[in-house]
């Protein structure tokens, strides 16, 4: 459970033209995470009627130190949550609600096999929900037998990959980047079918992941998991975060539309 918090951004710094790094301070003593959750944050920001925009940010860094934490933050357009915490100023403090989320290491099924791998595949901005999870405390046994997968337009798209390559150290096995058409393209889904016996079923096949962590687009993780779970792995092995293209918002609003 969480009640709202404030957060002081106690530094900032952009990464190419569309990331910004933010980190926050937060001095609650009764405040933790668990790397792999995300929070919330109020922006105030009115979008229509009596709501205004709340958004979610998963944490960047680890949870060794929870008063401390980082956020990366990619402009979505003229959004305003995202265009919010990229104009927030240093010194400035932010109310936000959390620790949210199950994409965690923790509350393992009871039949999962110590010796077996781990797969961590984010696609776009998912990384960041990848990065804070294999870098907390509970994913530390896991650490040897992991392997990462970051499918991402290019290098210019968020944090780039020397950033992840950085944050990733002692952290997994192996690190992999496939580069993938940009979310706005209708290639996306065509590369999908194109590329899934070439790349990403070798790429399962050679991780044979026990245990699966899939974040990012929607659309992309849940042909992933399928793909999985044709390949006769349990779903509760297979854990999701959509940050976006969320399949169950885009059934419902596609059966409104029909
Ligand atoms: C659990 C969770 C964790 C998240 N963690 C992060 C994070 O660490 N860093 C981060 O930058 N964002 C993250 N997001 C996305 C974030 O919450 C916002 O959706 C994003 O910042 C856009 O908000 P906005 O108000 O600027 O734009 P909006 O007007 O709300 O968004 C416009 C559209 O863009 C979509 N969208 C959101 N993100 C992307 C993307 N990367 N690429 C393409 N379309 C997108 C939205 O779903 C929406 O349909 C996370 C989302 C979730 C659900």
């Known amino acids: 459970m969480s009640s709202p918090r404030t957060a002081r951004l106690?530094?900032?710094h952009d990464i190419g033209t569309h990331t910004r790094v933010l980190e926050f301070a937060v001095e609650a003593k009764?405040?933790?995470?668990?790397?792999?959750?995300?929070?919330?944050v109020h922006t105030g920001i009115s979008i229509g009627g009596d709501k205004t925009a709340k958004r979610a940010y998963s944490f960047l860094s680890g949870d060794r130190d929870c008063n401390r934490f980082q956020i990366a933050v990619r402009r979505i357009g003229d959004g305003p949550g995202s265009n919010f915490m990229h104009g927030l100023a240093v010194g400035a403090d932010?109310?936000?609600?959390?620790?949210?989320?199950?994409?965690?290491?923790?509350?393992?099924?009871t039949d999962f096999p110590r010796s077996g791998s781990t797969l961590v595949l984010a696609t776009d901005t998912g990384i960041t929900a990848a990065l804070g999870l294999v870098n907390s405390q509970k994913f530390l046994p896991f650490a040897a037998r992991t392997d990462v997968?970051?499918?991402?337009?290019?290098?210019?798209?968020?944090?780039?990959?020397?950033?992840?390559?950085a944050r990733l150290l002692h952290c997994c096995r192996s690190f992999r980047v496939v580069h993938i058409p940009s979310v706005e393209s209708s290639l996306r889904n065509i590369?999908?079918?194109?590329?899934?016996?070439?790349?990403?079923?070798?790429?399962?096949?050679?991780?044979?992941p026990s245990l699966s962590f899939l974040s990012g687009d929607g659309l992309l993780l849940a042909r992933i998991r399928q793909t999985l779970l044709d390949r006769g792995h349990a779903d509760p092995t297979i854990r999701v975060e959509t940050f976006f293209n969320h399949p169950v918002r885009k059934a419902a609003a596609n059966a409104v539309v029909t």
């Open 94 to 109: 932010l109310p936000f609600s959390g620790p949210w989320g199950k994409f965690v290491a923790e509350e393992l099924p």
């Open 149 to 165: 997968v970051w499918l991402t337009e290019s290098d210019e798209y968020f944090l780039s990959e020397g950033f992840v390559r």
């Open 10 to 12: 106690v530094s900032a």
């Open 191 to 208: 590369w999908f079918d194109d590329q899934q016996e070439t790349i990403l079923t070798p790429l399962l096949m050679e991780a044979a």
């Open 30 to 40: 009764d405040w933790e995470f668990t790397g792999g959750q995300y929070s919330i």
